[in-house]
């Protein structure tokens, strides 16, 4: 059974910083690529954030220079590093694996 677990959300104010964690199990972990995508109220899910299984990664306009995705195969987990916030960052975020297997989401508010 394949499960991705999110972690890290919460809520935090503009320019601070979270750091989102998805922890895999019953996939070969490293053999995927992976990604964060996003939805905020009323607007589409879209992909934030992509990192291949080789390492090559990929970013949406809006959070270029300020997110970096990462993986740890070692530890079956990907990493979204979010930095300079900003209130339109606000949104349930999503780990998603092949782009098939989705984790549960973990909501980021930025608020002053």
């Known amino acids: 059974q394949v499960q991705l677990v999110e972690s890290g959300g919460g809520l935090v104010q503009p320019g601070g910083s979270l750091r989102l964690s998805c922890a895999a199990s019953?996939?070969?972990?490293?053999?995927?690529?992976m990604g964060w995508y996003r939805q905020a109220p009323g607007k589409q899910r879209e992909l934030a954030a992509y990192?291949?299984?080789?390492?090559?990664?990929n970013y949406t306009d809006s959070v270029k220079g300020r997110f970096t995705i990462s993986r740890d195969n070692n530890k079956n987990t990907a990493y979204l590093q979010m930095n300079n916030l900003k209130l339109d960052d606000t949104a349930v975020y999503y780990c998603?694996?092949?782009?098939?297997?989705w984790g549960q989401g973990t909501q980021v508010t930025v608020s002053s």
């Open positions: 990192i291949s299984s080789g390492g090559r990664t």
């Open positions: 998603v694996a092949g782009l098939h297997y």
């Open positions: 019953g996939i070969i972990f490293r053999a995927y690529s």
